[in-house]
């Protein structure tokens, strides 16, 4: 019996209560939090009401992958190492039904990083925060990319313009400097995308 078996079962039979529980790396906690979200479940909480947040999208991914499985066991009438003393035969049959039914809306569960979950609450108030509801969260190296290439497309347009040729001030530089050309664009762009407001001052000849 492991020497902290009474907290363990606290995790699982307190669901009413807040509860904070600190323990080193690979004792546990992920398999405990996945099975009071189970436990949950069980006991009748509807799926849609059940917001497990962890800090980084592997962890989220694990713990929804460990809550499917120990459901999906307890369902097929196995109790999961991490359930046994919290969860007897006699209650898995007694609530099957329920426990049925919160597998059946499981993509309700909201299990997600803090990141995603406020970006979730903010998104359902789009008109109010002038969100556009299509909008979605990318992470660094993705909007990284996601802005090289709409610079890139953005110049060879403009260097591609064959009306007004030799006019356009960006083509006509680029005959000279093309590299400088490019790096110049790239630093504007970088500055309009950290101040949007950011214009010119229009000259009065
Ligand atoms: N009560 C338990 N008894 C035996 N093995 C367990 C128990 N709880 C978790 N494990 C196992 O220990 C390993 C680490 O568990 P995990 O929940 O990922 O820990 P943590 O999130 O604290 O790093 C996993 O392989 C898990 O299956
Ligand atoms: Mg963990």
Request: aromatic residues 6%; hydrophobic residues 45%.
């Amino acid at each position: 019996m492991l020497s902290d078996a009474l907290e363990r079962s606290r995790v699982l039979s307190e669901l009413d209560r807040t509860l904070l529980v600190e323990a080193a790396a690979g004792t546990g906690k992920t398999s405990l939090i996945a099975g009071r979200v189970v436990m949950l479940m069980l006991y009748g909480a509807p799926p849609h009401s059940i917001a497990a947040i962890t800090f980084t999208e592997l962890a989220a991914s694990e713990l929804s992958l460990r809550i499917r499985k120990y459901a999906t066991q307890l369902l097929a009438g196995e109790i999961p190492k991490v359930l046994r003393g919290a969860v007897t035969l006699e209650l898995l049959n007694e609530r099957k039904a329920v426990l049925k039914s919160a597998i059946g809306a499981f993509d309700e569960i909201t299990v997600c990083t803090i990141h995603a979950f406020c970006q979730q609450i903010i998104m359902a108030y789009a008109v109010e925060t002038g969100l556009d509801p299509g909008s979605r969260m990318m992470d660094g190296p993705a909007a990284d990319a996601m802005f090289e290439s709409v610079i890139s497309k953005w110049l060879f347009e403009r260097l591609s313009l064959q009306t007004r040729e030799g006019e356009d001030p960006v083509a006509v530089l680029s005959k000279f400097e093309p590299l400088k050309v490019v790096k110049d664009s790239f630093d504007l762009a970088k500055l309009k995308l950290e101040h949007p407001g950011a214009g010119t001052v229009s000259v009065d000849f």
